[in-house]
């Protein structure tokens, strides 16, 4: 199983906005919603940012949005701040024996 | 206070195996998956392994199929993974994560509470 394919740096100045995309095949991001997003700082362990594509955990920032078309999922953070740069994963369910799979991860910089 | 507490640092040789612990408090254990997942230094995450807590059924990354061993203890709400034939390509860290969905034998295919992870060094 193919890991999800994510650009692996994305920068921003604070205050902007910023889009990860997430491309998978119609087994994994384009057959179903189970598409979510986690951010990992130096050290740390990752945390849930996104899950079901678009659905935001109590307690994380509305500035985080998630959206998904075709085989494409997409994470989009607003008014960029420092605390922001980190590195993000998605990740997705697959069909077949593979289960599960994870995106490259991408190192978000703030200028 | 929900949380998942895993074992502290190993180094191994290769070819041994190691075991590691991650133990669930603050919420229900059987009613949630745990997960495995593990990532190399520098490197992305990786998928290895879930548990049912409830009835035990477990599934395996197919990469790691016959290495990787995953039990539970329902006395001390602890899962345990345990992994065999260790390569220096097993160096990672290792995290016990649970899965999202709070109904009993369902999965929401995503991890909502991590362990603080495990380092495994493999070196001769």
């Known amino acids: 199983q193919s890991a999800l394919t994510q650009p692996a740096s994305v920068s921003g100045s604070p205050g902007q906005s910023i889009t990860i995309s997430c491309t998978g095949t119609s087994s994994d991001v384009g057959g179903h919603n189970y598409v979510s997003w986690y951010q990992q700082h130096p050290g740390k362990a990752p945390k849930l940012m996104i899950f079901?594509?678009?659905k935001r955990p109590s307690g994380v920032s509305t500035r985080f949005s998630g959206s998904k078309s075709g085989n494409a999922a997409s994470l989009t953070i607003s008014g960029l701040q420092p605390e922001d740069e980190a590195e993000y994963y998605c990740s997705s369910y697959t069909a077949g024996s593979a289960l599960f799979v994870f995106g490259t991860g991408t190192k978000v910089t703030v200028l | 206070q929900v949380q998942l507490v895993q074992s502290g640092a190993e180094v191994k040789k290769p070819g041994a195996s190691v075991k590691l612990s991650c133990k669930a408090s603050?919420?229900?254990?059987?009613?949630?998956?745990i997960y495995w997942v593990r990532q190399a230094p520098g490197q992305g995450l990786e998928w290895m392994a879930i548990i049912n807590p409830r009835g035990g059924s477990i599934s395996y990354a197919q990469k790691l199929q016959g290495r990787v061993t995953l039990t539970r203890d329902t006395s001390t709400n602890t899962v345990y993974m345990e992994l065999s034939s260790l390569t220096s390509e097993d160096t990672a860290v290792y995290y016990c994560?649970?899965?999202?969905?709070?109904?009993?034998?369902?999965?929401?295919?995503?991890?909502?509470?991590w362990g603080r992870g495990t380092l495994v060094t493999v070196s001769s």
């Open positions: 079901d594509v678009s």
């Open positions: 603050g919420y229900i254990f059987t009613s949630y998956h």
């Open positions: 994560a649970r899965d999202g969905a709070s109904v009993a034998d369902t999965l929401g295919w995503y991890f909502d509470l």
